[in-house]
């Protein structure tokens, strides 16, 4: 089994939840660290939501956080990880269009 650190990124996401991160065949992954930015100059409202694999619907990392304008929210981090399993995705979803930007590092295991 092969560990590979790798960041990914989504750039001014919305309205519509769009994956930030989705697990492929055959691989676990622990996310170490996420971030997400607020672009604009106005309070926004985020989510960060992980389905699929053996989830049933949405699960909530984050519920309606407000993040400032030029702030930042780090939902996983430091002490707290993420495991996921083939299938996963993490989605991120904003109150506000093309409001943020978003940084996740994972340890993928294939």
Known sequence: MANNFRNYTLKAAGTTAQNAYAVGAGVQATVIGMTIANITASPISANVILNGG????????????????????????GDQKLVLQTNDNVKIVSDTMNSIDAVMSIMEIT
């Open 54 to 77: 053996n989830i049933t619907g949405n699960v909530y990392l984050v519920k309606d956080a407000t993040i400032a304008p030029g702030g930042a929210l780090v939902p996983v981090g």
